[in-house]
């Protein structure tokens, strides 16, 4: 238990200093964080599920240093699930950001060339669920360049998480502009908490969530 806590601490000490130079990131993004009311508002959050949408390898440092200090403290530690492989400028830095994203307790997904069921590959945020934790995970599985259709396509994971932890999942939507002076526009529209319904099978349950994130992003394009 005391390995376990120790572990914790690090992760919850890590993540106050990447939120706090995460706040240096406005200086080069005008970062906006729009939200329903109420939500983050009542003290510590367990069990819930952020899904955003992937714009830039930024977005994980980009989404928490846009919350106020006591929303950040009532989702920490946040368990985001993460690859083992980076596109630029991460890749430039793998071994670093590998060693950072550990102390800030995220799950890696297993090698690309090991494969893995779906199960495998969300073990550690389910893992985490069942010990309170908030976790992220980006549906869309990657940053994507495409700016058409503006949200790719969801992977069913986040439903068989939802499914097997029972958890609320909360969309988020972002959108960026294509604009990087002074200041580029980074704007997240987080929508309520949802349960996708039981009727749907994986596939159909990913595709109804990216339906209900289309419409944030449409919000959040509107806003930019």
């Known amino acids: 238990m005391a390995e376990v806590v120790d572990y914790r601490t690090i992760v ?22 729009h939200r329903p009311p109420g939500l983050l508002e009542h003290g510590p959050e367990q069990c819930l599920i952020l899904a955003p949408t992937h714009q830039s390898s930024l977005d994980p440092w980009l989404i ?18 993460t690859s083992q492989s980076y596109g630029p400028p991460l890749s430039w830095f793998t071994p670093l950001v590998r060693g950072l994203y550990r102390l800030e307790g995220a799950v890696e997904l297993p090698p690309k060339e090991e494969g893995g069921t779906l199960p495998e590959k969300v073990q550690g945020l389910l893992d985490a669920l069942k010990q309170g934790d908030v976790v992220a995970i980006f549906p869309e599985g990657r940053v994507r360049e495409e700016r058409q259709p503006p949200v790719g396509e969801f992977a069913p994971g986040v439903v068989y998480l939802q499914r097997r932890s029972g958890a609320v999942i909360v969309p988020i939507a972002i959108w960026m502009s294509e604009r990087w002076w ?6 997240i529209e987080m929508g309520g908490p949802v349960h996708i319904p039981e009727s749907l099978d994986l596939e159909a349950g990913a595709a109804w969530l990216r339906e209900r994130t289309l419409e944030l992003y449409e919000r959040a394009r509107q806003r930019g």
Do not use: I, N
């Open 12 to 33: 919850v000490a890590t993540q106050f200093v990447a939120w706090a130079v995460g706040q240096a990131l406005k200086l080069r993004f005008a970062v906006e964080l």
């Open 64 to 81: 928490m240093s846009a919350l106020g200090y006591r929303q950040w403290r009532a989702v920490t530690p946040v368990r985001t699930l």
């Open 182 to 187: 002074p200041r580029r526009r980074y704007v």
